[in-house]
């Protein structure tokens, strides 16, 4: 009987992805911070999210992102004068799946704005993450500290 127990538990082990405990194939939609880090190389915080990006390349889990993410990763380039930087980042973005921002989304993000205070991009973030089945919002936002509808990973 032991012995059952520990081979269903490695069993569980193993069906598990290691950044996060998430179940493998699990889908998680992405904050643009860490999008912003991985993408910039951030000397310090891109490690805290480099995992994540691995298991989706391997095929462990599924990136999705907002529309919102698209726009406020792309402002900094803009801001710059960079429009082949910004294009580079485009592709790199969409390569994940993108969460449009529909009538039902912007619905569920006002009434998720009026329950936990939040900024309209971080309802906006958080209602893409429920209507997708999001097993998880990943962001280094510290605003979803009273979110409970589903678990928010920060990372490391």
Same mark, same amino acid.
């Given at each position: 009987?032991?012995?059952?127990?520990?081979?269903?538990?490695?069993?569980?082990?193993?069906?598990? %992805?290691?950044?996060?405990?998430?179940?493998?194939?699990?889908?998680?939609?992405?904050?643009?911070?860490?999008?912003?880090?991985?993408?910039?190389?951030?000397?310090?915080? !891109?490690?805290? =999210?480099?995992?994540?990006?691995?298991?989706?390349?391997?095929?462990?889990?599924?990136?999705?992102?907002?529309?919102?993410?698209?726009?406020?990763?792309?402002?900094?380039?803009?801001?710059?004068?960079?429009?082949?930087?910004?294009?580079?980042?485009?592709? !790199?973005?969409?390569?994940?799946?993108?969460?449009? %921002?529909?009538?039902?989304?912007?619905?569920?993000?006002?009434?998720? #704005?009026?329950?936990?205070?939040? #900024?309209?991009?971080? !309802?906006?973030?958080?209602?893409?993450?429920?209507?997708?089945?999001?097993?998880?919002?990943?962001?280094?936002?510290?605003? =979803?500290? #009273?979110?409970?509808?589903?678990? %928010?990973?920060?990372?490391?």
């Amino acid at each position: 009987m032991a012995s059952r127990r520990r081979s269903s538990a490695g069993a569980e082990h193993a069906s598990k %992805i290691p950044w996060a405990g998430l179940p493998l194939g699990s889908r998680v939609l992405v904050d643009t911070a860490p999008f912003i880090y991985i993408l910039e190389s951030h000397p310090v915080l !891109a490690n805290r =999210f480099a995992g994540l990006f691995e298991a989706a390349a391997k095929g462990e889990l599924t990136i999705a992102l907002s529309t919102i993410t698209i726009a406020e990763v792309l402002t900094g380039p803009a801001n710059a004068g960079l429009t082949a930087l910004a294009k580079r980042y485009e592709r !790199a973005l969409c390569q994940y799946e993108v969460v449009p %921002i529909t009538a039902a989304v912007a619905a569920l993000a006002a009434q998720l #704005r009026a329950q936990h205070r939040l #900024r309209l991009p971080d !309802a906006l973030q958080l209602a893409c993450a429920l209507e997708t089945g999001a097993a998880a919002l990943v962001t280094h936002d510290r605003d =979803f500290y #009273r979110v409970t509808a589903l678990p %928010i990973l920060g990372g490391g």
